[in-house]
């Protein structure tokens, strides 16, 4: 099997704003941790130090003295120096962008990469892995060259759905006064759950999004939806996706056909080859979607073997909560 490389230029392009990316990602933590405000206030004749949430929670942190005069400034100081770099690091990556596009850095589909950005945006793609075909730009991404195309065409991005997880979730989804599906909705507004598959939603293109689980398990909800919206999705159990839902983390910046990029986290690429594995094998698998299962598989672990080595040694189960 041969893989397309990338080039030199491409190669050194991706680098470089994927170190930019990289960057913005710390730096946008560094922010998070200075959100809110801080500000004097005069209770009684007296100055107190109030500490205010993005939801205009308040909290005071005591009287005007030494101690509270120099929280303020590390904080107002902290807070000008993280927007700073912040701002700095957005106009680098939209120069990256440019440099992306033009040297066909990226060919990602628009819309992952933008669904892939709101999760981030949404704070809650803790909660989702990509698995099944889209994960095949992730290892491609990381090993410098292009699959072939019979391997990564499809027209639909499966998102597993940690249930481990799932209250962590929900309360995410009421501070955002949202669902899933209406974020999905920001994206592309034309998103609709199909009546008969309430865990796939597909768009005006016919680009289809589902939301996998793994079999119920005796603390899962069954079954689980994901808010408490009169709309939204309705998770669908994949047989064997406890193997994915324990499988090690992989991470990858992925660059999308305008430029973009995204961070997409799925699983290791050799949990990848055994789910795919025993997919083909399963006796009751459609013919023409097993021949692709194996496609993947011999894809992904040559991959492996002859530009990821580092990755070569079988992973072991992750347990995490």
């Known amino acids: 099997m041969e893989f397309q490389d990338i080039g030199d230029d491409a190669r050194r392009q991706y680098i470089d704003s994927r170190a930019t990316f990289e960057a913005f990602e710390a730096a946008k933590a560094q922010a998070a941790a200075v959100r809110g405000g801080m500000y004097w206030k005069t209770v009684n004749g007296a100055e107190y130090l109030v500490r205010t949430s993005t939801r205009n929670a308040q909290k005071s942190l005591g009287t005007r003295s030494p101690e509270t005069e120099a929280i303020h400034s590390s904080f107002v100081r902290r807070k000008e120096e993280a927007e700073s770099r912040v701002k700095e690091l957005s106009d680098a990556l939209t120069r990256h962008q440019r440099m992306n596009r033009a040297l066909f850095v990226g060919r990602v589909p628009t819309i992952v990469v933008d669904i892939l950005d709101m999760l981030k945006r949404a704070d809650i793609s803790e909660h989702f892995t990509v698995v099944g075909t889209h994960a095949l730009y992730a290892y491609e991404a990381a090993a410098g060259v292009r699959l072939q195309s019979a391997a990564v065409a499809t027209r639909d991005v499966d998102l597993l759905w940690d249930t481990r997880k799932r209250f962590r979730l929900a309360t995410q989804l009421k501070r955002l006064d949202s669902s899933m599906l209406a974020l999905l909705r920001k994206v592309d507004k034309t998103f609709s759950l199909l009546d008969h598959q309430r865990y796939t939603a597909v768009n005006s293109k016919g680009f289809e999004v589902d939301i996998l ?55 290791h690429p050799l949990a990848f080859v055994r789910f795919k594995r025993w997919l083909a094998q399963r006796p009751d698998r459609d013919p023409l979607k097993s021949g692709r299962d194996d496609l993947q598989a011999d894809t992904v672990e040559q991959l492996v073997r002859d530009y990821l080595p580092q990755l070569a040694e079988a992973p072991r189960d992750a347990s995490h909560p």
């Open 213 to 267: 689980r793994r079999e119920a398990q005796e603390q899962d909800p069954h079954p689980a939806q994901l808010s408490d919206a009169e709309e939204d999705f309705w998770a669908v159990q994949a047989r064997n996706a406890e193997q994915l839902v324990s499988a090690p983390r992989f991470s990858a910046v992925v660059v999308g056909t305008t430029g973009h990029m995204a961070r997409m986290d799925t699983v």
